[in-house]
């Protein structure tokens, strides 16, 4: 219970902090990303702590492919090298969204018809909209997801498999499904699962409460110092 205990706990400390920030550095739009982007998190990360209670890794490595993708777009935006850079990777963000949101409706709408797919074609619509505003003011997509991590997290190797090592729980192949398999003797089950320790998962967890939260407080320069204590005793139990 170590580990989830103190997640709990810098997610406590963490949106006290944010909540006790002067007015100025709250009425922003990355403000409003952070904490807008926290009980996101939190929910991932918590549901990937529940499962891995049950004793299922395979669903919660997907879980921590989605919040680790998370962390690592906002972690890019709030390392912008100034405000309008910041900015900028803020409306590219945007911009992704939008054309991600139109692609999944192009490929859906062909398949309904009468007034669902005219609410659909709607959406397209005002999506393109959107698109094309931001691409007039010479906003770009956003990167390639391993070029975020690099530039939101460089050569950190706490963080630099954070998106890869997770990447097949999401989309499963023929190597995870051989990856379940075991033998007892003469018998093969197929057991559905990977055979990683819980509780290495359950410090996967916390190294992305630790990173995303590193990050957050240097942004707006708060006390880290007891975070940083917390996570040197843990680790000194995995990371040899």
Same mark, same amino acid.
């Given at each position: 219970?170590?580990?989830?205990?103190?997640?709990? !706990?810098?997610?406590?400390?963490?949106?006290?902090?944010?909540?006790?920030?002067?007015?100025? !550095?709250?009425?922003?739009?990355?403000?409003?990303?952070?904490?807008?982007?926290?009980?996101? *998190?939190?929910? @991932?990360?918590?549901?990937?702590?529940?499962?891995?209670?049950?004793?299922?890794?395979?669903?919660?490595?997907?879980?921590?492919?989605?919040?680790?993708?998370?962390?690592?777009?906002?972690?890019?935006?709030?390392?912008?090298?100034?405000?309008?850079?910041?900015?900028?990777?803020?409306?590219?963000?945007?911009?992704?969204?939008?054309?991600?949101?139109?692609?999944?409706?192009?490929?859906?709408?062909?398949? @309904?018809?009468?007034?669902?797919?005219?609410?659909?074609?709607?959406?397209?619509?005002?999506?393109?909209?959107?698109?094309?505003?931001?691409?007039?003011?010479?906003?770009?997509?956003?990167?390639?997801?391993?070029?975020?991590? #690099?530039?939101?997290?460089?050569?950190?190797?706490?963080?630099?498999?954070?998106?890869?090592? @997770?990447?097949?729980?999401?989309?499963?192949?023929?190597?995870?499904?051989?990856?379940?398999?075991?033998?007892?003797?003469?018998?093969?089950?197929?057991?559905?699962?990977?055979?990683?320790?819980?509780?290495?998962?359950? *410090? #996967?967890?916390?190294?992305?409460? @630790?990173?995303?939260?590193?990050?957050?407080?240097?942004?707006?320069?708060?006390?880290?110092?007891?975070?940083?204590?917390?996570?040197?005793?843990?680790? !000194?139990?995995?990371?040899?």
């Amino acid at each position: 219970m170590e580990i989830e205990e103190t997640i709990n !706990k810098w997610f406590e400390k963490t949106e006290d902090a944010l909540d006790n920030l002067d007015s100025e !550095k709250k009425n922003t739009n990355l403000y409003f990303l952070i904490v807008n982007s926290l009980p996101t *998190f939190g929910n @991932y990360l918590h549901a990937a702590i529940m499962i891995l209670g049950s004793k299922r890794r395979l669903p919660a490595k997907a879980l921590l492919r989605v919040s680790g993708q998370l962390v690592s777009r906002v972690v890019w935006v709030l390392k912008g090298q100034d405000e309008n850079e910041r900015q900028n990777r803020l409306s590219r963000w945007k911009l992704d969204s939008y054309c991600e949101g139109r692609r999944y409706d192009e490929k859906i709408v062909k398949f @309904y018809a009468g007034d669902e797919r005219a609410l659909v074609e709607k959406r397209i619509k005002e999506r393109s909209e959107k698109i094309n505003k931001l691409e007039k003011c010479g906003i770009r997509r956003l990167p390639q997801p391993e070029q975020i991590f #690099e530039q939101a997290f460089g050569k950190n190797l706490l963080a630099v498999g954070m998106y890869s090592q @997770y990447h097949t729980a999401v989309h499963p192949d023929l190597l995870v499904l051989s990856g379940t398999i075991s033998e007892d003797g003469q018998v093969i089950m197929c057991d559905g699962d990977t055979k990683e320790p819980i509780d290495d998962l359950k *410090f #996967e967890c916390l190294i992305q409460v @630790y990173i995303f939260f590193k990050e957050i407080r240097k942004f707006y320069d708060l006390d880290f110092q007891e975070i940083e204590s917390g996570f040197q005793v843990i680790s !000194k139990s995995f990371i040899q």
